[in-house]
T-cell receptor
Framework: GAVVSQHPSRVICKSGTSVKIECRSL??????MFWYRQFPKQSLMLMAT?????????EQGVEKDKFLINHASLTLSTLTVTSAHPEDSSFYIC?????????????FGEGSRLTVL | AQSVAQPEDQVNVAEGNPLTVKCTYS??????LFWYVQYPNRGLQFLLK??????LVKGSYGFEAEFNKSQTSFHLKKPSALVSDSALYFC????????????????FGQGTTLQVKP
């Protein structure tokens, strides 16, 4: 099956620093990737839709200058949390939609747990 | 606007007994429905989907789900639960309105924790 790799799986950083999370589709191409945020024991909240070669589309209430998304190739999207603060601590999950498949099945990465001290 | 509801925060069942995790949806067009499972500190794993065709969909790990258009439901079921099925389950919907832009965005329910006890 299709594999999506996220890196790093865990990261701890100091308040005010920036953190980059990578999402790679390992065995398929994805023109569209999605970034979700999940708080403990809660559902996934869609943050933004990342489109290869164009600007990301952000959901209402998500600061695009805070959460920078780059989708430079058909297999890689990155999420950069800029000037991170403790309230940004969360579990971030990416998903990718393979090109050419029907019905929009998404494949998810294993998630990245960010802890901001 | 499309939405998904999972009315139960937690479902408890004894190992070997049948399980049901409930999901209802609301969409403006034809629904594409999904079930995913999440283990602690892990990403989501795809279980099954309904696009069209038979209302009873069979998926991974012995799970199945029944699409009921009149009740707008898509409940997840398994005839005999295993302790290893204990996890967080998410129902999701993707609205496939003809002619609309189709980015594959999924809307998730709030999740249901399944606890299977030995």
């Amino acid at each position: 099956g299709a594999v999506v790799s996220q890196h790093p799986s865990r990261v701890i950083c100091k308040s005010g620093t920036s953190v980059k999370i990578e999402c790679r589709s390992l065995d398929f191409q994805a023109t569209t990737m999605f970034w979700y945020r999940q708080f403990p024991k809660q559902s996934l909240m869609l943050m933004a839709t990342s489109n290869e070669g164009s600007k990301a589309t952000y959901e209402q209430g998500v600061e695009k200058d805070k959460f920078l998304i780059n989708h430079a190739s058909l297999t890689l999207s990155t999420l950069t949390v800029t000037s991170a603060h403790p309230e940004d601590s969360s579990f971030y999950i990416c998903s990718a939609r393979p090109t050419g498949l029907r019905a929009g099945e998404l494949f998810f990465g294993e998630g990245s747990r960010l802890t901001v001290l | 606007a499309q939405s998904v509801a999972q009315p139960e925060d937690q479902v408890n069942v004894a190992e070997g007994n049948p399980l049901t995790v409930k999901c209802t949806y609301s969409v403006s067009g034809n629904p594409y429905l999904f079930w995913y499972v999440q283990y602690p500190n892990r990403g989501l794993q795809f279980l099954l989907k309904y696009i069209t065709g038979d209302n009873l969909v069979k998926g991974s790990y012995g799970f199945e789900a029944e699409f009921n258009k009149s009740q707008t439901s898509f409940h997840l079921k398994k005839p005999s639960a295993l302790v290893s099925d204990s996890a967080l389950y998410f129902c999701a919907v993707r609205d496939m309105v003809p002619g609309s832009s189709n980015t594959g965005k999924l809307i998730f329910g709030q999740g249901t924790t399944l606890q299977v006890k030995p």
